[in-house]
């Protein structure tokens, strides 16, 4: 395709444009807050086995 870069958005509706990016946008933030979600359930998990290995120490000692 020649021509500019900017040519293709001349042809493209901004509202189209602009739906993409929304859900572009929405998908990332979706992303990240799935990551988030999971490493702090990774950081409970370790906390409650940190917890449990210091009861386990404390009690045969």
Not at 16 to 26: K, V
Not at 36 to 45: F, H, M, P, S, W
């Amino acid at each position: 395709m020649e021509g500019k870069k900017d040519d293709i958005f001349a042809v493209v509706p901004q509202n189209e444009y602009d739906n993409l990016i929304c859900r572009i946008d929405n998908l990332w933030t979706q992303a990240k807050n799935r990551a988030v979600q999971a490493v702090n359930t990774e950081l409970l998990d370790a906390n409650w086995q940190t917890g449990q290995y210091i009861v386990e120490f404390e009690q045969k000692g």
